[in-house]
T-cell receptor
Framework: ETGVTQTPRHLVMGMTNKKSLKCEQH?????MYWYKQSAKKPLELMFV???????ENNSVPSRFSPECPNSSHLFLHLHTLQPEDSALYLC?????????????FGPGTRLTVT | AQSVAQPEDQVNVAEGNPLTVKCTYS??????LFWYVQYPNRGLQFLLK??????LVKGSYGFEAEFNKSQTSFHLKKPSALVSDSALYFC?????????FGPGTRLSVLP
């Protein structure tokens, strides 16, 4: 898991707070992803970035705002969240080349909205 | 539309017995297929992939998977299960730069 790191690992925030999740990949990949994993629900793709450009936004509420300043870093800015946003947020990265098409995941940030 | 199905929510197997976790997919074109494992409160770990070539692919921790194009399946297998294999397993398919994951199958290996 050292290839993709995420901070913080745990976050508790109130509904009026603003916080950010950070992801960093050390694999030289050029695509990065945010996923939401809730209990007893399938993994939900939130955002995809290729070469720093957002290429996918899966109807995610505007209270989630991604930022990708370069191909190694990805942020998820959070504001005025709802309790149902409590989940494990996973970052992943991948490479465009067909020889290594798999994604590598970070350990996740466990978010609790109170 | 691309989709992945894992028909079993839960698979129970005795330690030392062979295990199979099932996956079927629907994708246009030639698929890139993957298996991942997730332990509690951790990210997903890559186990193995199918890109092309031999239908039987080998991966980490003694796992292997069999690609069957006619049945559009990619079942995960292991000849002898360990208690430490107990975890949540996800099948996934890639199209372009995007990935679609199955709902997951919880594997319990009983001592």
């Amino acid at each position: 898991e050292t290839g993709v790191t995420q901070t913080p690992r745990h976050l508790v925030m109130g509904m009026t707070n603003k916080k950010s999740l950070k992801c960093e990949q050390h694999l030289g990949h050029n695509a990065m992803y945010w996923y939401k994993q809730s209990a007893k629900k399938p993994l939900e793709l939130m955002f995809v970035y290729n070469f720093k450009e957002q290429t996918e936004n899966n109807s995610v509420p505007s209270r989630f705002s991604p930022e990708c300043p370069n191909s190694s870093h990805l942020f998820l800015h959070l504001h005025t969240l709802q309790p149902e946003d409590s989940a494990l947020y996973l970052c992943a990265s991948s490479q465009r080349t067909s020889g290594s098409p798999e994604q590598y995941f970070g350990p996740g940030t466990r978010l609790t909205v109170t | 539309a691309q989709s992945v199905a894992q028909p079993e929510d839960q698979v129970n197997v005795a330690e030392g017995n062979p295990l199979t976790v099932k996956c079927t997919y629907s994708v246009s074109g030639n698929p890139y297929l993957f298996w991942y494992v997730q332990y509690p409160n951790r990210g997903l770990q890559f186990l193995l992939k199918y890109i092309t070539g031999d239908n039987l692919v080998k991966g980490s921790y003694g796992f292997e998977a069999e690609f069957n194009k006619s049945q559009t399946s990619f079942h995960l297998k292991k000849p002898s299960a360990l208690v430490s294999d107990s975890a949540l397993y996800f099948c996934a398919v890639r199209y372009g730069q995007n990935f679609v994951f199955g709902p997951g199958t919880r594997l319990s290996v009983l001592p």
